[in-house]
């Protein structure tokens, strides 16, 4: 096997904040247990693991992305990425003092929900320098597209308590830092170097039933958003724990039904939406111009159906349900 240089952190952990903590650098060994484990030095490795190079080279130091390149690997229900880690090396990123869509904000990695229009994703970013106070991170968790609605966030800004920006001091085109971020249903971890921020979650998870891993860019490819520096020494671990939603099998014990898994479930008797659709606009009429006629449907189903069946010993989350229930105030961290 090939050894490869990575960083283990040694540090206590709280439920929110940041701190800086000594660092131990050693080989380490891919063990196997990894969904990739790649030094990026050659396109052939990369190819072998499935990947897909949309745009960029290789040399001895890493793979660097060409504008609107980066790396894809897609991935199926068989890997299960609900939480996981990622470690990578990154050489020569600089504080580029242009807007976003010229190169100021860029992407280390992207994972998006598949196929096209699933709203689940997680992102690392280096902002851009007019974004709070300027070239620091953003590592976020969705399920919903929405703005101000994390699942879970972390934002190196001074006000999220979490500060850390590559322009302060300005980090130069011959130095090598090393990323590590994890992410599940409980929170997210954000390590470069000896710098640590944590953040609780509400308790959703990353769970779409394809997914797609883009390195050095967004998902989307967009212009001058790829991050033009050296990536190395790539180390992707999936949680692999049992997927229920998207095995074909509608398992009620998991809370799957017509709402929450209509892949497995189907969708929810058409006799359930027309009564519930029936009674709507006196209902509407009492709600606030907030909530729309679609989320109005869907609590109302949800509770039509939930009514119908036994009652479980845990509750479950309705849908809507605030994103705001984990270690920080999600919503009001944009």
């Known amino acids: 096997m090939k050894q490869k240089n990575f960083y283990i952190i040694l540090a206590l952990t709280f439920s929110i904040g940041f701190y800086l903590v000594p660092s131990i650098s050693f080989p380490v060994t891919c063990d196997g247990t990894e969904v990739l484990c790649l030094d990026l030095t050659s396109n052939w490795e990369v190819e072998?693991?499935?990947?897909?190079?949309?745009?960029?080279?290789?040399?001895?130091?890493?793979?660097m992305p060409y504008n609107e390149g980066g790396i894809d690997w897609f991935f199926g229900i068989e890997t299960n990425f609900a939480s996981g880690s990622i470690d990578v090396d990154v050489k020569g990123l600089l504080p580029v003092n242009e807007a976003e869509d010229r190169g100021g904000k860029v992407s280390i990695f992207s994972f998006c929900g598949r196929p096209e229009g699933d709203t689940h994703s997680i992102g690392l970013q280096k902002m851009?320098?007019?974004?709070?106070?300027?070239?620091?991170?953003?590592?976020?968790?969705?399920?919903?597209?929405?703005?101000?609605?994390?699942?879970?966030?972390i934002i190196t800004g001074r006000d999220f308590g979490c500060y850390y920006s590559i322009n302060d001091p300005p980090w130069g085109p011959d130095e090598t830092?090393?990323?590590?971020?994890?992410?599940?249903?409980?929170?997210?971890?954000?390590?470069i170097d000896d710098f640590r921020c944590e953040s609780g979650g509400n308790g959703d998870t990353?769970?779409?039933?394809?997914?797609?891993?883009?390195?050095?860019?967004?998902?989307?490819?967009?212009?001058?958003?790829?991050?033009?520096?050296?990536f190395s020494n790539l180390r992707l671990i999936a949680s692999n724990e049992p997927v229920h939603c998207g095995n074909h099998s509608c398992e009620a014990e998991y809370g799957e039904d017509?709402?929450?898994?209509?892949?497995?479930?189907?969708?929810?008797?058409e006799e359930i939406y027309e009564e519930i659709i029936s009674e709507l606009t006196e209902e509407q009429q009492n709600m606030g111009d907030e909530t729309t006629t679609e989320e109005v449907t869907e609590n109302a189903v949800w509770e039509e159906i939930t009514s119908k069946e036994d009652?479980?010993?845990?509750?479950?989350?309705?849908?809507?349900?605030?994103?705001?229930e984990g270690g920080c105030s999600c919503n009001l961290l944009l």
């Not at 106070?133 to 590592?139: A, E, L, Q, S, V």
Request: glycine share 10%; net charge negative.
């Open 48 to 63: 072998a693991s499935g990947g897909i190079i949309i745009g960029g080279d290789f040399n001895s130091e890493g793979f």
């Open 128 to 153: 851009a320098p007019d974004y709070r106070d300027g070239h620091i991170f953003r590592f976020g968790m969705d399920d919903d597209n929405l703005a101000d609605n994390w699942d879970a966030v």
């Open 177 to 191: 830092h090393h990323f590590h971020a994890e992410w599940s249903s409980a929170g997210l971890v954000l390590q």
């Open 206 to 230: 990353f769970d779409p039933i394809e997914k797609m891993f883009t390195l050095a860019a967004r998902c989307t490819h967009y212009a001058n958003q790829q991050a033009v520096a050296r």
């Open 258 to 269: 017509c709402i929450s898994c209509p892949y497995d479930c189907g969708d929810c008797p």
């Open 311 to 324: 009652s479980s010993e845990e509750p479950t989350a309705e849908p809507g349900a605030s994103k705001v």
